[in-house]
């Protein structure tokens, strides 16, 4: 039983194909005079983002024989061999760096969100751990004790996790430093 991501998934790739084909017909019949092939990069470049490099690649490798069998049926006329092969070249390595760049776009973003939730989680854990903490982080006196020396510390930077964790006088100082 197929999960629901790879289910996700099998319904993206079905849905880029389908594009894939009905783009090729349409090509067809509108004749090999008018060009689609930006059109051909819309399926890749949702492969690309949704599925990730090698379905992307697999799709581009569709999106060439789409477009070159299109081509051929409505009648589009090489003198030689070598323009054809040239072309299809030419459209595949277009497929393949759009899909290439997305991909890596995409992976990219992933990760930095990826990121972005760890240091959150981290910064909460800190919070909690600040809160447990029996003493000062700035003065190292214990917290509940009223302390007439904290101004003596110099005030660094504290991150703001800590700011449950700090006595009564360095909390006053640190409002005063803001
Ligand atoms: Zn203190």
């Known amino acids: 039983m197929p999960t629901k991501t790879r289910r996700h998934k099998i319904l993206i790739c079905l849905a880029c194909l ?15 005079e008018l060009g689609f ?5 819309a399926p890749v470049g949702i492969a690309a983002w949704q599925l990730g490099r090698w379905p992307a690649v697999g799709m581009s490798l569709v ?25 299809n070249s030419i ?9 290439v760049a997305i991909a ?5 973003l992933d990760r930095r969100h990826q990121l972005a939730a760890e240091l ?10 600040a809160k447990q903490l029996p003493t000062c982080p700035r003065c190292g006196h214990l917290r509940d004790q009223s302390d007439s020396t904290a101004s003596a510390v110099p005030v660094s930077p504290l991150p703001p996790e800590l700011a449950e964790a700090l006595c009564a006088s360095c909390r006053l100082l640190e409002l005063q430093a803001k």
């Open 37 to 41: 092939f930006v059109f051909y990069s």
């Open 104 to 108: 890596r776009i995409k992976a990219e």
């Open 63 to 87: 999106a060439s024989f789409a477009w070159a069998l299109a081509d051929s049926y409505s009648g589009a006329k090489y003198s030689t061999r070598f323009a054809l092969y040239w072309n």
């Open 18 to 32: 389908a594009m894939l084909a009905m783009l090729g017909w349409v090509d067809y019949i509108t004749g090999y």
């Open 120 to 129: 959150e989680a981290l910064r909460q854990t800190l919070r909690v751990v």
């Open 91 to 99: 459209h595949f390595a277009s497929f393949i760096i759009n899909a």
